[in-house]
């Protein structure tokens, strides 16, 4: 199912999904520095791995905006990747590089 987005709306998650890309790779590239850095900050999903390390977790989480940069804009975006159904917008808000619904989280 595809939905019609407004420009402005494209624009404010394009935006958000750049500045989301530029702070975790500054975290992983501090970490990787081996500086201490707390993930408490970032506004991430709250999903975890056991024993992950914050590097690993990082790099899912930048894999996961570059994969929403990619679908921005296509009649993918917006939508369910396991099940097509539409991902609400007040979801794509606060987080843009959400993948599921609420029904398949």
Known sequence: ?????????????RRDLASKGVELNAALTA????????????????????????????????????RAQKRLGTPEWGTCVPCDAPIREVVLDDAPWTETCEACC
Do not use: F
């Open 1 to 13: 199912m595809t939905r019609e987005h407004t420009p402005d709306q494209v624009a404010r998650w």
């Open 31 to 66: 970490i990787l520095a081996g500086k201490n850095v707390t993930l408490a900050t970032l506004k991430l999903p709250q999903e975890q791995t056991p024993g992950e390390r914050k590097e690993e977790r990082l790099r899912r989480y930048l894999d996961l905006v570059s």
